[in-house]
């Protein structure tokens, strides 16, 4: 493990099972601590057997993960994340060498534990306990149901390959583990040179765990040149960094023609755009400027969402600049990351304070304004360490292309003026070329219709900011797992996050046709028409056949089906549920406007009341395995009842759901009610608690 006192060995690499070191290597790269100039580690990759690392996670990865089900799979990430949050403290004080602050901390390493936490929960919520994912409705392809399509979703069969950028090295590796992870994916993360060695002690304590699959996690410190040689069509690569390393990567052959799947996040020029309605009384503008200036303080500015272009209308530029800079004075302290007054570290690297010092120059060239910060208050820091002023720009002509197309990655942003109309300052933005966020501030639901409008096809997210949400809101850099992170046109055009979408980014959509059965047999879910164990009432009571509410999960198979006896419905059932509910709806008590309507041949029941009188003629009452309904799903209502009709409820076990960490699961039961025609009256899913055993006693 690195050290500040002693001469760092070469960072390991973890592959194919191993900690490896390069034995004897010529080309090494010195990485120096940000604030001291110290060396904190040493990286290599020559000699490293990248083609053995792929081929590790494609066989022994993809085994033992496919082991498992998605829902083991989303509980070992909450093991996993309270275990990595039982030892963050270590994380955190390796982590102030690449310049983070306590607070920048919780960005970078709790931001990435909590990424686990919300995987994991929406993983078991939101997907099934399966490997395959069904997407959407079954599609009915034969008028007598025997032939059905649909949409399923199965794990990619090779290895998730992430090349990640210096800022996030413990957040950009663990949002993109997640779902790899939970798809069934193994991993081989590539981190950033500079900041590489705060993931090999994330790796490394993730290891240390024992909670992961073997193969499922692999670590390469140091360049990798060679890694994009090694994959195919079977293989995924998430790359976050410059647009030129993108675009070098995109361009090469296996990505061109041998299908490696890529997707990229780079440079985004992010707005925050003030509405024409706010004025500098109005509590917008304050939300406004604070949010500007803590995304270019925290991480230093070096945040993939930090603001860098800030869009007002010209005639409060003066005073949104003034109001910038009085924040800054009083909130941005730049200094040591271990010092608890600051609230601004140095860049993660000498290379990083050339490359933002160039840039803002460029800017300068272009015809920018120093409002604040600038290279000419360089010389007011430390002389050691990759400090960099809070700096803030202003431009005269807003469409200068420069400041729309060149990322100071640092604490810099820059103010430029719109006419104070609309479809300007929606321009201007849009001037970005895509961008992973915008912040919109405005307190008028008029405005923000027209700005979601304009802005929306150009970025990822857009943030609504106002009086209402100001303090609640989780704010504009932070990328919440639950939502899209990722952005159209030049920030990468891919979409990382976004909840359970991110986990299909890591599995194939296939449409599959064929009959019931067979539909049934590869969802795992119960199709209409597949072969079904069917019992009558008759049979529960001659004890020929099991109610299936008497299965416990031990027993109960999809398929299960309870269909009941024909209940026939009166005028007097359907009044006196009318008095009861007070539904005095006039298609249920007035025969002649129900006449008069279109839908109805007379009066007709009420849908809840079949659905209720369902549940009597499904129900088996006695104590048994079935715990809970809790709600019905896909009610529809298809053909009127009406008095002297009767109605019959076929009930279906669907969908089966065992829950990793209780004693019960869910079941989903397909209900369909049919009339004494057969015609189809209602069709939904009932969903209940089912115990894993009865009598539970016996568990
Ligand atoms: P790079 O694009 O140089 O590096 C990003 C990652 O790609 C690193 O892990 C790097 O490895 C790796 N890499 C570089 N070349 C190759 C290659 N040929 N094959 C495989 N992997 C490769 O970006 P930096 O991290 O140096 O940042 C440069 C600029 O990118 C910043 O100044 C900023 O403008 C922008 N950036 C944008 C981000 C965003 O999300 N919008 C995030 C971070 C940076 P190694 O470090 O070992 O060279």
């Not at 007097?572 to 129900?594: N, P, S, V």
Request: one cysteine or more.
């Amino acid at each position: 493990q690195a050290s500040e006192t002693q001469e760092p060995q070469i960072l390991p690499s973890f592959v194919a099972g191993k900690w490896w070191r390069p034995e004897d290597p010529q080309k090494i790269a010195d990485v120096r601590n940000a604030t001291t100039g110290e060396l904190v580690a040493r990286v290599s990759t020559e000699g490293i057997d990248t083609a053995g690392a792929v081929d590790h996670g494609r066989t022994v990865g993809q085994a033992a993960l496919g082991q498992l089900r998605i829902h083991d799979r989303a509980l070992i990430l909450k093991q996993l994340a309270q275990y990595l949050g039982e030892h963050k403290e270590e994380l955190y004080e390796i982590s102030y060498a690449t310049g983070a602050t306590a607070k920048d901390h919780l960005i970078d390493i709790d931001g990435g534990i909590g990424t686990l936490f919300t995987f994991s929960s929406k993983g078991r919520r939101e997907l099934p306990n399966a490997n395959v994912i069904v997407d959407g409705a079954v599609e009915q392809l034969s008028r007598d149901g025997s032939f059905l399509g649909e949409h399923v979703y199965t794990r990619v069969p090779g290895v998730a390959v992430q090349i990640n950028a210096f800022n996030f090295p413990v957040w950009g590796m663990l949002e993109k583990f997640a779902p790899a992870f939970i798809a069934g994916v193994p991993t081989i993360v590539k981190p950033a040179t500079p900041t590489g060695y705060v993931t090999e002690a994330c790796v490394r304590l993730m290891l240390d765990s024992g909670l992961l699959p073997e193969g499922s996690l692999q670590l390469i410190s140091g360049a990798a040149r060679d890694l994009l040689d090694h994959l195919d069509a079977r293989d995924h690569v998430a790359f976050t960094g410059s647009a030129a390393t993108a675009q070098s990567l995109r361009a090469h052959t296996n990505a061109q023609e041998k299908g490696v799947r890529f997707t990229a996040e780079t440079d985004s020029l992010n707005a925050a755009i003030m509405a024409p309605d706010v004025t500098e009384d109005s509590p917008e503008f304050e939300a406004f400027v604070k949010s500007v200036v803590l995304e270019i303080t925290a991480k230093a500015g070096q945040k993939c969402t930090a603001i860098r272009r800030v869009i007002v209308p010209q005639s409060l530029k003066p005073a949104v600049i003034a109001a910038l800079r009085e924040r800054v004075a009083q909130r941005a302290v730049v200094g040591d990351p271990r010092d608890s007054a600051t609230t601004v570290g140095p860049l993660a690297s000498d290379d990083q304070h050339f490359e933002v010092l160039r840039s803002v120059r460029t800017l300068i060239d272009a015809g920018a304004t120093v409002e604040l910060g600038g290279p000419e208050e360089l010389a007011s820091l430390p002389d050691q360490g990759a400090f960099f002023p809070v700096t803030v720009l202003s431009f005269d002509d807003a469409r200068t292309p420069a400041v729309h197309e060149l990322e100071a990655f640092g604490p810099v942003t820059s103010v430029l003026g719109y006419s104070g109309d609309i479809a300007d300052a929606v321009e201007i933005a849009a001037l970005g070329g895509g961008s992973l966020v915008a912040t919109v501030c405005t307190h008028s639901p008029e405005l923000a219709a027209q700005f979601a409008s304009g802005i929306g096809a150009y970025h990822g997210r857009v943030l609504f900011l106002d009086r209402d949400d100001a303090k609640t809101s989780t704010g504009h850099g932070s990328p919440v797992p639950h939502l899209v992170h990722g952005s159209p046109g030049r920030a990468g055009g891919g979409e990382k996050l976004g909840g359970v979408r991110a986990v299909k980014h890591y599995m194939q959509r296939t449409a599959v046709q064929g009959s019931p059965d067979l539909l049934t047999g590869i969802t795992g879910k119960w199709h209409w028409g597949a072969t079904a164990n069917t019992v009558t009432r008759e049979d529960v009571e001659n004890g020929t056949g099991e109610h299936p509410f008497r299965k416990s999960l031990q027993t109960l198979r999809i398929g299960d089906q309870f269909v009941s006896d024909l209940r026939t419905v009166s005028l007097e059932d359907i009044l006196e549920f009318a008095e009861k509910t007070g539904d005095t709806f006039y298609a249920h008590t007035d025969e002649e406007a129900a006449m008069a309507n279109p839908f109805f041949p007379r009066r007709v029941a009420h849908g809840y009341l079949l659905v209720s009188w369902a549940a009597g003629l499904f129900v088996e009452p006695a104590p048994g395995p079935v715990l809970a309904n809790y709600g019905l799903e896909n009610l529809r209502f298809i053909t009127p009842v009406t008095y002297d009709d009767a109605i019959r409820v076929t009930l279906t076990a669907k969908k089966i759901t065992p829950r990793v960490t209780d004693e019960y699961g869910e079941v989903a039961w397909d209900a369909r009610l049919t009339n004494q025609k057969d015609e189809i009256v209602a069709t939904y899913d009932v969903l209940t608690l089912v115990a894993k055993r009865w009598p539970v006693a016996d568990s």
